[in-house]
């Protein structure tokens, strides 16, 4: 149980492209989903909070603009990187929980390369 | 502010040694929770272990045991006859209640199980 699926798994385009990358909960309804970026090598960085049906809570530094976030269900939350340039590129990857005390469950991950 | 630290950045070991994987966090609350990710050359976060902080008795889990000391604010993490397998980036992370849960991460600790 608690599967935490990501789409897509690799993206490669051209600078000024906008991604948009899927975070679904399969078999649980997530409150929270939770966005992170990690450079290579790196820990993993937060980058925003999102709750159901309310704006994401974005961490200090990060773009809301750059990066714009919708959770529109319980299952579902989606990240758009906008207009994006080749230092967007990085590992993004998403997590999600169905209560404020239980643990987060990681996507597989989505590698962003913009050329 | 909660902080938590993986002092080894990289750990190399021979298939079959034991190794252990060191985590110590800063927190200002008695209500927390530790936790280990796996994150393998894949990519995608494994959950391994939580514990809250009132349960301080160590846990095995076939060749995985976790060691919790609060006198010493450490988590640490043992794998016993490592694999190759078990090659990966291991994360320790800290969440709090009263912060709304949020996962701190460790900076990682990379380990390489050599044959």
């Known amino acids: 149980g ?4 990501q789409h897509p798994s690799w993206v490669i385009c051209k600078s000024g ?6 975070c679904r909960s399969l078999d649980f309804q997530a409150t929270t989903m939770f966005w992170y970026r990690q450079f290579p090598k790196q820990s993993l960085m937060l980058m925003a909070t ?3 049906g309310s704006k994401a ?8 603009d750059k990066f714009l976030i919708n959770h529109a269900s319980l299952t579902l939350s989606t990240l758009t990187v906008t207009s994006a340039h080749p230092e967007d590129s990085s590992f993004y990857i998403c997590s999600a929980r169905w209560g404020d005390f239980q643990p987060q469950h990681f996507g597989d991950g989505t590698r962003l390369s913009i050329l | 502010a909660q902080k938590v630290t993986q002092a080894q950045t990289e750990i190399s070991v021979v298939e079959k040694e034991d190794v252990t994987l060191d985590c110590v966090y800063e927190t200002r609350d008695t209500t927390y929770y530790l936790f280990w990710y796996k994150q393998p050359p894949s990519g995608e976060l494994v959950f391994l272990i939580r514990r809250n902080s009132f349960d301080e008795q160590n846990e095995i889990s076939g060749r ?3 060691n919790f000391q609060k006198s010493t604010s450490s988590f640490n993490f043992t794998i016993t006859a490592s694999q190759v397998v078990d090659s990966a980036v291991y994360f320790c992370a800290l969440s709090e209640p009263n912060a709304g849960n949020m996962l701190t991460f460790g900076g990682g600790t990379r380990l390489m199980v050599k044959p």
């Not at chain 1, 608690?2 to 699926?5: D, E």
Request: net charge negative; hydrophobic share 30%.
């Open chain 1, 57 to 64: 809570t974005y961490e200090q530094g990060v773009e809301k």
């Open chain 2, 64 to 66: 995985y045991s976790w």
């Open chain 1, 17 to 22: 492209t906008s991604v948009k990358i899927e």
């Open chain 1, 2 to 5: 608690a599967v935490v699926s």
């Open chain 1, 50 to 52: 999102s709750n159901e």
